[in-house]
């Protein structure tokens, strides 16, 4: 069974996420979603407040492929999640080329951390989501703004009830 981990602070997650998720559903057997617990970010929900979330939001998800989807939590070295799960491939979304750098930059550190192969499959975001990020959802939904384009309905509801 090949196995990809697709990690993430999914604070909360997007379309962009699901359209990631979607299009990796086609490369792999089994993705588990790896929530970031250490993302050096200041998340608003808990992990197993975006474990929830997410688990909720795949529920209304249909996948084009057949492709079992796990939602966990981690706060190791993603190197050791791969161990865990037996995982041969990273999955990252690209929305510009800064993010790119970024993501490249990490598949160079895990593939010399690893004593496995392991393969980073960078996945351009489509055009219709290059601007969505978690963190101007969070921001729009505080002053009050209209989100339902870039989120799914179990993040408005989570939204709505924190901020």
């Not at 979603?33 to 939001?57: C, D, M, Y």
């Amino acid at each position: 069974m090949r196995t990809a981990i697709y990690p993430g602070s999914f604070d909360p997650v997007t379309f962009g996420h699901l359209d990631i998720i979607k299009r990796a559903s086609k490369l792999t057997d089994r993705i588990v979603i790896a929530i970031a617990a250490h993302s050096g970010k200041s998340p608003l929900f808990t992990v197993p407040e975006r474990i929830e979330i997410l688990n909720a939001t795949l529920e209304e998800t249909e996948l084009p492929a057949p492709c079992e989807i796990v939602v966990e939590g981690f706060d190791t070295l993603l190197i050791d999640f791969m161990k865990k799960h037996k995982a041969q491939m990273v999955v990252r979304g690209v929305r510009q080329y800064s993010d790119f750098e970024y993501e490249a930059q990490m598949a160079a550190l895990n593939a010399k951390l690893s004593d496995r192969d392991i393969e980073t499959v960078f996945l351009a975001a489509n055009p219709e989501y290059q601007a969505i990020a978690s963190r101007f959802i969070k921001q729009v939904a505080r002053l009050g703004g209209d989100v339902s384009p870039f989120v799914p309905p179990p993040v408005i509801a989570a939204l709505n009830g924190r901020l």
